[in-house]
Structure formats: C-alpha cells, structure tokens
C-alpha cells in the first residue's frame, strides 16, 4: 500500500471533476497531498476547487475545461495535462452520462453523447495515459468510474448499462494484461450516490431510494483507499456488493425483472 509520503507531490488528472463523486476524489487526494489536474465543462467550479484544496493543502492544480462528449477533446486534455514534462501517476476516469426512462423517450443524440463519454473518451484518455505512465516508468494508478450497472442489466436504463458493463470489461482485461507492470488498472463501481447525476439522468428518487443511496465522500474514500491497494474492483457498500453477485445464481430473465421492479421501487423518470 501507497504511504502519505509517496502520495504526496503525485500528479492526479480526474476528469468529471467539478461536482459529485469527481469532486469528492478531488478533495481525498488533495488532502493526501496528490497535485490535481481537474477536468470538466465548468471551468469556474473547477477554479473555486482547486483554489480551496491549494490553499487548504498547499497543493498544486491545473483546471481544464473540456467537454468530453466531443470528439478530439480527449487528445487536447492529455496534451495539457502533460505539458512541460509533467509525469502523471493517477488518471481518473470518472466523467459520465446516462439517461433513465424508456428506450424511445430520448433523442438518439443523447444516447451518442452517452456512448461518447462513457466508452470512446474514458479509451482514448486510458490509451494516451498508458503510453505515458509506462514511458516515465513511475507507479501509476488508473481507475475508471463504472456502476453496480457494470454488473447488472436494468430495463430503462439501457445504454447506460451498457457503457457501464464495456467499463467493466474494458478495466478488468486491461488489469490482467498490465498486472506485471508500474501501472495498476481498477474498477470503482459505486450504487445510488447523492449527486447531480440523479437529476441529470432524468431520475426522481422515491423516499424508499434514499435507504441504499450513499454520499460522494463515502464513495471516493472507499474507491481511492483500493486503488492504492491496487484492488481490481472496488464496489463500495454492503448491499450493492451483494447485489453485483445475484446474475451467478438467477437466469438473465429473472434479474432484468427483478432490477425492473426494484428499480421502479425507488425511482420515476421524469416525463
């Protein structure tokens, strides 16, 4: 396991980086020390975060803005983050996007946008910082932000399941194949999180939701703490945990009705 000592002066690059789970990685890494390249689309939240954990924890940080459901955006955040030599050890792909409702109620853009972010942008930044960490040979960590989704299929939020479950795939096979080098690759599948992604998702939350949502904080402290333990999956809380396990025992059909009906326990879509 990673000391403070070590921790201390690492670049981070986190993308997704100016509310919610993003955010709250942001702030555990800073008050280990970790200097903080901090991307997103609002440049101003990222400044007034950044301001805060450089004079809170006398880190160092760069705010990029880039919206990275557009296409070649990708290739400009990793020229800025790496400029002047700088040598990255902690990539965060955290930026992400779905929508919940029927398959038909949402523009087919959106669902590009979705694919976009979740799937083409999370590769390409994992491809351009895997040439670079191995380059520098430094340890390096890389954890891609997945889903209890990752592991189960719910009716609704279908193409968002999708990029999370290729999330999934994509992080755990890299793992294996780098599992002898300087970089360790980890999955952070987290469940219900208090966060804007509830509202930007279309998603109303019922009062019986609120017994398995978790906050921001909890989840990237669970999720940072087994990245430097160089976990290779890490789903934070005891019943999400459980739950990523049920599709071993119980027939495709029967989990997708089962997660249709919870699902529906605790949320509505808004119309």
């Given at each position: 396991?990673?000391?403070?000592?070590?921790?201390?002066?690492?670049?981070?690059?986190?993308?997704?980086?100016?509310?919610?789970?993003?955010?709250?990685?942001?702030?555990?890494?800073?008050?280990?020390?970790?200097?903080?390249?901090?991307?997103?689309?609002?440049?101003?939240?990222?400044?007034?975060l950044?301001?805060?954990?450089?004079?809170?924890?006398?880190?160092e940080?760069?705010?990029?803005?880039?919206?990275?459901?557009?296409?070649?955006?990708?290739?400009?955040?990793?020229?800025?983050?790496?400029?002047?030599?700088?040598?990255?050890?902690?990539?965060?792909?955290?930026?992400?996007?779905?929508?919940?409702?029927?398959?038909?109620?949402?523009?087919?853009e959106?669902?590009?946008?979705?694919?976009?972010?979740?799937?083409?942008?999370?590769?390409?930044?994992?491809?351009?910082?895997?040439?670079?960490?191995?380059?520098?040979?430094?340890?390096?960590?890389?954890?891609?932000?997945?889903?209890?989704?990752?592991?189960?299929?719910?009716?609704?939020?279908?193409?968002?399941?999708?990029?999370?479950?290729?999330?999934?795939?994509?992080?755990?096979?890299?793992n294996?194949?780098?599992?002898?080098?300087?970089?360790?690759?980890?999955?952070?599948a987290?469940g219900?999180?208090?966060?804007?992604?509830?509202?930007?998702?279309?998603?109303i939350?019922?009062k019986?939701?609120?017994?398995?949502?978790?906050?921001?904080?909890?989840?990237?402290?669970?999720?940072?703490?087994?990245?430097?333990?160089?976990?290779?999956?890490?789903v934070?809380?005891?019943?999400?945990?459980?739950?990523?396990?049920?599709?071993?025992?119980?027939?495709?059909?029967?989990?997708?009705?089962?997660?249709?009906?919870?699902?529906?326990?605790?949320?509505?879509?808004?119309?």
């Amino acid at each position: 396991m990673q000391t403070e000592l070590v921790k201390k002066g690492m670049w981070a690059v986190i993308t997704g980086a100016s509310s919610g789970i993003g955010e709250s990685m942001a702030r555990e890494l800073g008050r280990e020390g970790v200097n903080l390249i901090l991307v997103a689309r609002r440049l101003d939240r990222l400044q007034i975060l950044g301001a805060e954990l450089k004079d809170k924890y006398q880190i160092e940080y760069q705010a990029i803005d880039a919206d990275l459901s557009v296409p070649q955006e990708t290739k400009r955040v990793f020229e800025r983050a790496t400029a002047n030599g700088r040598m990255i050890q902690v990539l965060i792909n955290n930026a992400g996007v779905g929508v919940y409702g029927p398959f038909m109620h949402y523009d087919v853009e959106q669902y590009s946008k979705t694919i976009q972010l979740n799937v083409t942008a999370l590769t390409e930044l994992t491809y351009y910082f895997v040439g670079h960490m191995q380059g520098h040979g430094k340890t390096s960590y890389i954890s891609n932000v997945g889903s209890i989704a990752s592991f189960l299929s719910v009716p609704y939020f279908s193409v968002y399941c999708a990029t999370k479950h290729f999330v999934k795939e994509f992080t755990q096979t890299l793992n294996f194949e780098l599992r002898k080098s300087n970089i360790s690759v980890t999955l952070i599948a987290p469940g219900g999180t208090y966060s804007e992604f509830t509202e930007h998702s279309g998603q109303i939350l019922k009062k019986s939701a609120h017994a398995s949502m978790m906050s921001s904080e909890l989840v990237a402290r669970i999720g940072m703490d087994g990245m430097f333990k160089r976990r290779r999956y890490i789903v934070p809380g005891f019943l999400n945990s459980l739950m990523v396990h049920f599709p071993r025992f119980l027939p495709a059909k029967w989990m997708l009705a089962l997660n249709d009906l919870a699902m529906r326990g605790a949320v509505d879509y808004k119309k």
